[in-house]
Each structure stands twice: as C-alpha cells, then as structure tokens.
C-alpha cells in the first residue's frame, strides 16, 4: 500500500513526464520548422519515451489500488535557439528529471516503501542512459560544430532514431 505522501508524489512524476513529452514534441516541431528533420525525428521518438515513463507511473499507482489525479500541463516554450542551445536545454532537463526520481527514491527509502524502490530502480537506470545520450549529440555537435556539413550529418544520424516502446526493452 503506498502513502498519501506516495501517491501524491507519483502523480506530480506523472505531470512532469507529461510536461517532458509536450516539451520535446515542441522541441520537435522547432527542429522541424528549421529543416532539422533528424533531430525533428529524435525528438518525437524522445516524446513517445516520455509518455511511455508517465504510463508507467499511471499503471504503477492503479496496480496499488490508488489513485491517478491527472494536473495541468505548463505550456513549453517554442523557440529553443541554434541546435547546441537546444540540446543543452534538453541535457539540463534530463538533469532536472534525474533530480526528481532521485527525491522520489528518497522518499521510498524513508517510508520502508520497498515495491516502490523496486520500481524506481527502473527510473534511476533510464535517467543514467537519458543523460548519457542527450551528452552524446552534444559532444557531436561540438566537436564537428553546428555549420553546414557536419550539422547535416549529425541531423541524419539521428534520423535513424526509432521508437521502441520502453516495455520491450527489459
Ligand atoms: Fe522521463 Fe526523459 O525522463
């Protein structure tokens, strides 16, 4: 049986995921409106993932007989800059997020909560590869820099992203 404090707490996860997801479709439909179409693709398949841990919240709760109470959605920004400004923008809300699963985690061990740490392992994992491959684009981009041919390349491969959904990855 999870706490009030629990329940409470996963609900808020689930609005951040959500935000998460409405944040990159519009990083998406930025990239998008530049001629970035890898990265326009990298960030739909980023906003797929996002719902996909905000499911799993959502289930997570049900499962433990508690209540899903669903809480609005901040409105995104929809400029984000030259390529780099963006993906430091994404690599600092990774940050933010890896924050709040940690605080998360904190409050399981608190409370003796233990199906909660269980699940929240699966969380701690993924914000590690989160960070690790929003790092990756951003060590590309300085390395080759954000001008003609070396953009271009970045942008194809991440147009190679695809989506799979987080349940068939375990
Ligand atoms: Fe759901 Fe990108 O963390």
């Known amino acids: 049986m ?7 707490a996963l609900n808020e996860q689930i609005n951040k995921e959500i935000y998460s997801a409405y944040l990159y479709l519009s990083m998406s439909s930025y990239s998008e409106s530049q001629g970035l179409k890898g990265f326009a693709n ?11 841990h905000a499911m799993r919240i959502y289930n997570y709760i049900q499962e433990q007989s508690a209540r899903v109470k669903l809480k609005a959605i901040d409105q995104p920004q929809a400029d984000f800059g030259t390529p780099m400004e963006m993906v430091k923008k994404t690599l600092e809300h990774e940050k933010f997020v890896t924050s709040l ?4 985690m904190n409050l399981a061990i608190e409370e003796n909560d233990h199906a909660s740490r269980i ?10 590869e989160e960070e690790s491959s929003v790092n990756e684009i951003l060590d590309k981009l300085k390395l080759a ?8 390349m970045i942008d194809k491969e991440l147009m190679a992203r ?3 959904p987080s349940s068939q990855t375990e």
């Not at 990298?42 to 996909?52: A, C, L, N, R, T």
């Open 42 to 52: 990298w960030y739909f398949v980023q906003q797929q993932e996002e719902i996909d």
């Open 145 to 152: 820099g954000e001008k003609g041919n070396a953009l271009f």
């Open 162 to 164: 695809v989506y799979t």
């Open 119 to 128: 699940f929240l392992q699966w969380f701690i994992s993924e914000q590690i």
């Open 101 to 104: 699963i940690n605080n998360l």
């Open 2 to 8: 999870l706490s009030d404090k629990m329940i409470e």
